[in-house]
Nanobody
Framework: QVQLVESGGGLVQPGGSLRLSCAASGSIASINAMGWYRQAPGKQRELVAI??????RYGASALGRFTISRDSAKNTVYLQMNSLKPEDTAVYYCNLETRSKSTYWGQGTQVTVSS
């Protein structure tokens, strides 16, 4: 089994920054990609950013403000979020996809952007 542990969420004022981390452990045979999705109340889960063998891809809401990076040695992915807006408020979920196309999700971390 694979475990994903997220950290770094919290409350931040508009215009502020947060850095999310997600560490993967367990039976990781081969990672194809790791990334972040988010889900706001009443909305569908959406892609924030993903990094893997296919490169980096950002969701429209993240372009120009968020940066995804990865430490392969630590099986950890990071999401630097700048210029946060109230509409960024959501639960952020870490995602891992293996080369065999198995998918795993973290428990989610709450990000609240409010003054």
């Amino acid at each position: 089994q694979v475990q994903l542990v997220e950290s770094g969420g919290g409350l931040v004022q508009p215009g502020g920054s947060l850095r999310l981390s997600c560490a993967a452990s367990g039976s990781i045979a081969s990672i194809n990609a790791m990334g972040w999705y988010r889900q706001a109340p009443g909305k569908q889960r959406e892609l924030v950013a993903i990094i893997g063998s296919g490169g980096i891809r950002y969701g429209a809401s993240a372009l120009g403000r968020f940066t995804i990076s990865r430490d392969s040695a630590k099986n950890t992915v990071y999401l630097q979020m700048n210029s946060l807006k109230p509409e960024d408020t959501a639960v952020y979920y870490c995602n891992l996809e293996t080369r065999s196309k198995s998918t795993y999700w973290g428990q989610g971390t709450q990000v609240t952007v409010s003054s």
